[in-house]
Each structure stands twice: as C-alpha cells, then as structure tokens.
T-cell receptor
C-alpha cells in the first residue's frame, strides 16, 4: 500500500521569510510525486511534480520541491513567502510502472502573515 | 478548453434521496476519477475509470455508483444519501500515461440532512 504523511497540520511564516511544507511518502518501487494547492472554496491546482532525474523540481509561483530518495521525502519550499501563498497544500504519490491510484496526504494549511 | 467541469456546485439532500453529480472533461483524457474531501482526511478516492466502459472501485466506494459511457463524462450517483456522505466531491482527469498530471474540477459541496 502507498501512503503520504504531511506531519504539520499548519505552518505559519512571516511574509518575506522562506517556507517549507514537509511531505514523506511510502510506495513500492519508484514514485511519481506531486504537490497541489487549494485556495478556499476552489478545486486543487497543480504546482509541480517529480518524475525522474534532477532531485530539485521547480514549479509554479516560485515554488520548488526537493526529492530525497533515502529519506523518502518531497518537501515543498519557497525562498520568500507571500501573503497570497496562504492556502491548503497537498502532497500526493503514485507508483511508477502502471499504478493508477494517486494517494494524497491530509494537507497542510499554510498561513503567511505580514 | 474548459478543463474539468462539475455540476452542481452546491446541493442539499434529505437522507434517502438519490442524485447524480455530473463531471465532464474536454481534454480527451482516458483516466477519470472521483474523490471526496473531508476535514483532516485529505482526498479519498471513490471510483475511477481508465476509459469508456471501464470502471473500478477506490478506497471508499460504498454508497456510490459510476458509469463511463463516453470519454468525456463520468457521473457519480448517490443511491440513497446518508449524512456520512456530506462532503466536498471532486472529479479529476488525466491522460493514461503514468507521470501525467491530474486536473481537478471546482468541486461539489454536498450536504445530507
């Protein structure tokens, strides 16, 4: 079975400071990893994904994520947070080799304050 | 492209009523799926389809039916609504390739009284 853990229900950060939203995963074989963002009363929007190759993945709105195979982690980062980044962030995993199921974490609420 | 569309946006049902949540995509995606989102539980997969005429169960299929008669449409039917089905429902689609990104609809907020 595959699973995703997002250990923090909420992350608070001051505007202009760097932010990190943590994600660890468990899957048989190699993973495809995704980050999505959800703004209030909206659907999920794709931010970035890791398929293979470079461990540092760059995505939309200045976000990036680092894949660490030994730690089975895929933490989301941004060098300088904006108030408009405040939203609910989901990490998700799907196994390579034909797996259909995309498994989500429980989400992390990011709050960026002035 | 409209992407993934869902109707209705909001719905209130009484226990025991039935209804269909509509989902359509115009991206010619083979794979479509339904999730429900509940506080503190993330998104849980209800049913999915890898193409017209093919459906399969996800993690929480009980109380829901699906069919896929066309590539574009993937309706979700609640047979006899229960308060435990109060949730936000999201439809999603992607191409069948393993690494392809899944795109989500705007959601349907369902309340069962």
């Amino acid at each position: 079975a595959q699973s995703v853990a997002q250990p923090e229900d909420q992350v608070n950060v001051a505007e202009g400071n760097p932010l990190t939203v943590k994600c660890t995963y468990s899957v048989s074989g190699n993973p495809y990893l995704f980050w999505y963002v959800q703004y209030p009363n909206r659907g999920l929007q794709f931010l970035l994904k890791y398929i293979t190759g470079d461990n540092l993945v760059k995505g939309s709105y200045g976000f990036e994520a680092e894949f660490n195979k030994s730690q089975t982690s895929f933490h989301l980062k941004k060098p300088s947070a904006l108030v408009s980044d405040s939203a609910l962030y989901f990490c998700a995993v799907r196994r390579t080799g034909g797996g259909n199921k995309l498994t989500f974490g429980t989400g992390t609420q990011l709050k960026v304050e002035l | 492209n409209a992407g993934v569309t869902q109707t209705p946006k909001f719905q209130v049902l009484k226990t025991g009523q039935s209804m269909t949540l509509q989902c359509a995509q115009d991206m010619n995606h083979e794979y479509m799926s339904w999730y429900r989102q509940d506080p503190g539980m993330g998104l849980r997969l209800i049913h999915y389809s890898v193409g017209a005429g093919i459906t399969d169960q996800g993690e929480v299929p009980n109380g829901y039916n699906v069919s896929r008669s066309t590539t574009e449409d993937f309706p979700l039917r609640l047979l006899s609504a229960a308060p435990s089905q109060t949730s936000v429902y999201f439809c999603a689609s992607r191409r069948q390739g393993g690494a392809d990104t899944q795109y989500f609809g705007p959601g349907t907020r369902l309340t069962v009284l």
